[in-house]
């Protein structure tokens, strides 16, 4: 992740805000097949006469790698765990994207990032082996499998969900109530304490939209059962009075403005 280049994240719910979404071209990310054509030549000679027939034929290739590292090789966590058990959590979560561009593919590496296309083919035994770690050392408070709760509890809304991991921060300052994109490195908390947000790591690069975040959350590796649901739904009946204030706040956000600042 580049040092403030989180610098756009696109909304599934439109917002009345002063800056428009910067997303890529689908093209740019898809999981897309083509036809490359492909030309044979055999020869077949007589005594007296040659003739030379040509077939063409069609190959199917894929613009994503078919078989990922872990499919193959083994691929260690132990760097992950020994960062995460001294609470080191920033080294954390920066294994945690190299451990992610590893496990997308060759391609991924080279170019640097991983395609939100490439995630469905990470094993799931490996982000599962992720997410555990970060959840065992951090008191089941970090953690993709975190995440997707509280990004379901926001019924997948991007914005709310940012801003209830800390991801965004209110502006005091302003007359109208302002919530800001958070600067990478220096404004995100390497700390984990009681005000530290709950779900605040792992990061996921959003620069080139909420596609890649929303691939991880929704990948079969995090797909949990109606019971463990279920219990979550009881424990919502409990929810404060304080805590419902807050989730009003966060529905009047629409009518909010975002301040067009790009570093997060």
């Not at 992950?80 to 080191?88: D, E, V």
């Not at 799931?124 to 997707?148: H, M, T």
């Not at 709760?149 to 302002?178: A, C, P």
């Not at 279920?230 to 204030?245: A, F, L, M, Q, R």
Request: aromatic share 10%; glycine share 4%.
């Amino acid at each position: 992740m580049a040092t403030n280049t989180w610098n756009s994240v696109c909304h599934k719910t439109p917002l009345r805000r002063r800056h428009s979404i910067d997303c890529p071209p689908s093209t740019a990310a898809s999981y897309s097949f083509f036809r490359k054509p492909t030309t044979t030549s055999t020869s077949t000679a007589t005594a007296s006469t040659a003739s030379l027939s040509h077939t063409t034929t069609f190959a199917i290739s894929s613009t994503t790698p078919t078989a990922t590292p872990s499919a193959n090789q083994t691929v260690s966590f132990d760097a992950l765990q020994q960062h995460l058990s001294s609470k080191n959590f920033r080294e954390a979560d920066e294994e945690t994207r190299r451990l992610l561009l590893v496990l997308a593919g060759e391609a991924a590496q080279k170019r640097g990032y991983v395609f939100f296309s490439e995630v469905q083919f990470i094993q799931k035994s490996d982000l599962k082996a992720i997410d555990q770690l970060w959840k065992q050392y951090s008191d089941n408070k970090f953690g993709y499998s975190v995440q997707k709760k509280i990004w379901e509890k926001m019924n997948r809304d991007f914005t709310k969900f940012f801003i209830k991991l800390g991801w965004m921060k209110k502006l005091e300052s302003s007359e109208v109530e302002q919530y800001n994109y958070r600067s990478f490195p220096t404004e995100f908390i390497w700390e984990m304490d009681e005000n530290t947000p709950e779900g605040h790591l792992p990061l996921t690069n959003a620069l080139r939209g909420t596609q890649l975040l929303n691939s991880i959350l929704t990948h079969p590796a995090f797909n949990g059962n109606e019971e463990e649901k279920g219990e979550e739904d009881e424990k919502e009946k409990g929810v404060s009075e304080g805590k419902g204030k807050e989730n009003e706040g966060l529905k009047g956000l629409r009518n909010r403005v975002l301040k067009t600042d790009y570093s997060f």
